[in-house]
């Protein structure tokens, strides 16, 4: 897309053309690729900040390397952004989270520049170890690049990558980007020269030489002379965690300093090692976009937005959003029970905890990208007495999937899972929708599984998870403002295992189990308007089921339909399996079952992705008419 404004970036078809450029180009190219993805972002919303911040870093990589024969893994991929422009996307970039658009994230169908995939963090070292070690078992000599983040740093599973790295011995560059806290703040010129002289051949040739001096010491000569090259390096850069684990480290150095850049990527990558090289580059979030820079979140995820101004476009809620509902009854259960604790995975804001943490700051524990670690810690604390709400996305806790089971369930501790994002999430897609966990959490013994039908219940639903004292619960609700019911206070804990009926018929029963209780009612007014009157209720419980409503709704309907916004083997499961084991499904029963298709949806707008996905009033009337004998066939959904 040709601009007078970028006048080099309409130059650059793929990351070959940025090869053939100047130094002094490449900051060019840099300054017109920021403005490109701003005004690309403003018209499209997205993750900005992380973006702006790794331009000149995305612009020296592929200069420096050869993609994508040289691989190059981008953590989570909130700064992808500007990776797309440059690797032939750009005549696309404003389709970004769009329907039928871009990825926000990197995407493997996308384009052989995106040779992973991702969207959870701390995932690209471990890739990047498997294609190093693919490479290596072909007998090729390609290059190998993870970037990842400090935040992504936090989680385990990095760690587990880099010792794994390090004892593997093979060739391996990790980019660590540094653009919130400093593991040892750059000093300008002469750190930037001390990074170039340790990633140079010639200072690597005398480290050698001195090992080797070394080993030909007597052992307490060469002991000390060994502690002593060390300690040295330590000293200098900072680097002795990471020696520890394996690797050469080498930094740290400014990550918007062309001049520091390009010269250490071209001594790392033309480094012939054995083990693998991490350097550290620190940059700023959001770097050159004034409103970024001084934002709390460094316009870590935005809406549209005026590029002038910074002033994002605000759609004005009708309803209260579910996860400030969820933080106000939060807060009204830490008044009133003490040992109320919450924890989140670095999500404080995302989770609605940031009221409960600024209200309750000793009670309140952002573990970091560590849910692994979070569930267990939750554990820990409900086994001497507390009650933790454990507040995670649906599609986040997925990675803690054991510790729920062996740390929670198993010892029946009285852990409380808020799963917001719960179904179709819109933009961020199948990596981000909370599509399995009514199916991951009910297989579990012990648990009790909730979900909102809308704001009243979640308020109740928090209400009677802070009163479960003999094992774990979980209640789920979805992104976005609620329904607009009135929320009677103070909340009043539900009955476990009990469900409603909000409306009575005779003909067809609709039971839905969470949030798409609105559009059942809907179906259930047009299904009565066609002459089959409807019954709607809401199950409420997954686990333990209402078995008495369930049974009852089969029994005095013609056809039952349940309805979830989840996957296969979910609380349709539940239900069917009840109905055989009171031997109803042998006396005929007709029921039918409304679920998320058993495929990944791709991002859209969300509800556009529930009409895909056949969940919507309309489609529960056909569902209906097809069990009645009323309609030939229920078209099937229609999915990009």
């Keep these: 897309m040709p601009n007078s404004m970028t006048p080099l970036l309409d130059t650059i078809h793929n990351p070959a053309d940025t090869r053939t450029l100047s130094e002094d180009q490449l900051r060019q190219l840099a300054d017109e690729l920021r403005a490109e993805t701003i005004d690309a972002v403003a018209q499209t919303g997205g993750h900005l900040g992380a973006g702006l911040g790794v331009v000149e870093l995305t612009v020296a990589l592929h200069h420096v390397f050869d993609t994508p024969d040289d691989i190059l893994i981008w953590d989570v991929g909130h700064q992808a952004y500007p990776h797309k422009i440059l690797t032939g996307r750009r005549d696309r970039i404003r389709t970004l989270r769009q329907g039928g658009g871009l990825s926000g994230f990197t995407k493997r169908s996308e384009s052989n520049y995106d040779p992973f995939g991702a969207a959870h963090s701390s995932t690209s070292i471990s890739a990047a170890l498997g294609f190093a070690v693919a490479r290596d078992l072909d007998g090729r000599d390609n290059n190998?690049?993870?970037?990842?983040?400090?935040?992504?740093?936090?989680a385990g599973m990095a760690y587990e990558a880099m010792n794994n790295a390090g004892s593997l011995n093979t060739r391996l560059i990790v980019i660590l980007n540094d653009n919130d806290m400093s593991i040892a703040p750059p000093v300008g010129a002469m750190s930037a020269y001390l990074s170039r002289l340790l990633s140079s051949r010639p200072y690597r040739g005398l480290r050698h030489f001195a090992k080797q001096l070394a080993q030909k010491m007597p052992e307490p000569l060469e002991r000390t002379a060994r502690r002593a090259e060390e300690y040295a390096r330590g000293m200098i850069t900072g680097g002795t965690l990471f020696e520890e684990l394996g690797f050469f480290y080498v930094?740290?150095?400014?990550?918007?300093?062309?001049?520091?850049?390009?010269?250490?990527?071209?001594?790392?990558?033309?480094a012939r090692r054995t083990n693998p090289i991490l350097v550290h580059v620190v940059t700023q979030k959001g770097k050159g976009y004034p409103p970024a820079e001084e934002s709390v979140d460094k316009y870590h995820g935005v809406s549209r937005f005026d590029v002038v101004t910074g002033t994002q476009a605000k759609s004005k809620p009708n309803a209260p959003n579910y996860t400030n509902v969820f933080s106000d009854q939060l807060v009204r259960e830490g008044e009133r029970d003490e040992k109320i604790v919450a924890i989140t995975a670095a999500m404080p804001s995302g989770t609605g905890l940031a009221d409960f943490q600024k209200k309750f700051p000793d009670r309140c524990f952002d573990v970091g990208i560590a849910e692994q670690h979070g569930v267990t810690f939750a554990a820990g604390l409900a086994a001497d007495g507390y009650r933790p709400f454990a507040a995670i996305y649906s599609t986040f806790l997925q990675r803690a999937y054991d510790q729920v089971v062996h740390d929670v369930a198993i010892q029946k501790l009285p852990v409380r899972f808020a799963i917001d994002r719960a179904g179709l999430v819109g933009a961020d897609g199948s990596t981000h929708a909370g599509s399995f966990d009514i199916t991951y959490l009910a297989t579990l013994p012990n648990f009790v599984v909730m979900a909102a039908a809308d704001e009243a219940?979640?308020?109740?639903m928090v209400a009677t998870a802070a009163r479960i004292d003999d094992g774990p619960s979980a209640f789920r609700y979805p992104r976005g403002e609620g329904e607009g019911v009135d929320i009677s206070l103070p909340a009043v804990p539900l009955e476990i295992g009990k469900g409603r009926v909000l409306r009575e018929g005779n003909i067809v029963a609709i039971l839905s189990f969470g949030s798409r209780l609105g559009e059942s009612i809907k179906a259930a007014e047009e299904l009565t308007a066609k002459g089959f009157s409807t019954t709607v209720a809401d199950a409420r419980f997954c686990k333990p089921l209402d078995v008495d409503l369930v049974c009852n709704l089969a029994r005095d309907h013609d056809v039952l339909l349940t309805i979830e916004e989840g996957s296969i083997g979910g609380f349709a499961a539940h239900v069917l399996q009840c109905l055989e084991r009171q031997e109803l499904l042998q006396d005929g029963a007709k029921v039918r079952t409304m679920m998320l298709p058993d495929l990944f949806i791709d991002h859209d707008a969300p509800k556009k992705m529930h009409a895909a996905a056949g969940l919507n009033a309309p489609d529960i009337v056909a569902t209906a008419l097809s069990a009645l004998g009323r309609a030939e066939t229920v078209e099937e959904p229609k999915l990009a």
């Design 144 to 154: 190998v690049v993870a970037v990842i983040g400090d935040g992504a740093m936090s």
């Design 251 to 270: 930094g740290p150095i400014d990550g918007h300093n062309l001049d520091h850049l390009l010269p250490i990527l071209k001594n790392v990558k033309e």
């Design 457 to 460: 219940e979640l308020t109740r």
